[in-house]
């Protein structure tokens, strides 16, 4: 069965750095690319950028540019997405999703809550 | 970047009924790249219909998409009780993937 299983809920304070990961099964995770996708509280869904597990290239969405970083570890099948510097606007679900024919994104991850908050 | 609106906001149905969804896109889109996903409550979006009128694998057949340059249409035949969720297009141009606002399908 094809997977994608993300790390657990997140609860952080404002100006603290975070990782959240996302773990692939089921397929040859190097040669698919795999999105970060957010989801805002009782809002719709934004592409945040794709990542190539297989060289580590990345192509972000000009709006999430320099805000976050993608990386991968292809060793063990896992995505990362990451905060040097974490703002009260970055409480979201973050959802992993596989591209497909660099078009459709399936099958989704669960979501990591982030919350945000002094 | 290409905006995609969806129409209407809420659709308030029964079971049984026929739900008619609408995805406007700001330009034309290849149908190639237009693509539909159900989202319930507390879960991941699912994939539904993709080059906007395929099928994904174990869609049911009353889940049908159709529509070409910038008018796209999600159809439910007859509303079953899992079907009330909210749905979402979503198209791919240019390296950039955009998503469409949401329609929320509600009991009536």
């Known amino acids: 069965e094809v997977q994608l299983v993300q790390s657990g809920v997140e609860v952080k304070k404002p100006g603290e750095s975070l990782k959240i990961s996302c773990k692939g099964s089921?397929?040859?995770?190097?040669?698919?690319?795999i999105a970060w996708v957010r989801q805002m509280p009782g809002k719709g869904l934004e592409w945040m950028g794709i990542i190539y597990p297989g060289d580590s290239n990345v192509r972000y969405n000009p709006s999430f540019q320099g805000q976050v970083t993608i990386s991968a570890d292809k060793s063990i099948s896992t995505a990362y997405l990451q905060w040097s510097s974490l703002k009260a606007s970055d409480t979201a679900i973050y959802y992993c999703?596989?591209?497909?024919?660099?078009?459709?994104?399936?099958?989704w991850g669960q979501g990591t809550l982030v919350t945000v908050s002094s | 970047e290409i905006v995609l609106t969806q129409s209407p906001g809420t659709l308030s149905l029964s079971p049984g009924e026929r739900a008619t969804l609408s995805c406007r896109a700001s330009?034309?889109?290849?149908?190639?790249?237009l693509t539909w996903y159900q989202q319930k409550p507390g879960q991941a979006p699912r994939l539904l219909i993709y080059g906007a009128s395929s099928r994904a694998t174990g869609i049911p057949d009353r889940f049908s998409g159709s529509g070409s340059g910038t008018d796209f249409t999600l159809t439910i035949s007859r509303l079953e009780p899992e079907d009330f969720a909210v749905y979402y297009c979503?198209?791919?141009?240019?390296?950039?993937?955009?998503f469409g606002q949401g329609t929320k399908v509600e009991i009536k």
């Open positions: 999703a596989r591209l497909i024919a660099y078009n459709w994104f399936d099958p």
């Open positions: 979503q198209q791919y141009d240019s390296s950039l993937w955009t």
């Open positions: 330009q034309s889109v290849s149908s190639s790249y």
């Open positions: 089921g397929f040859s995770f190097s040669n698919y690319w």
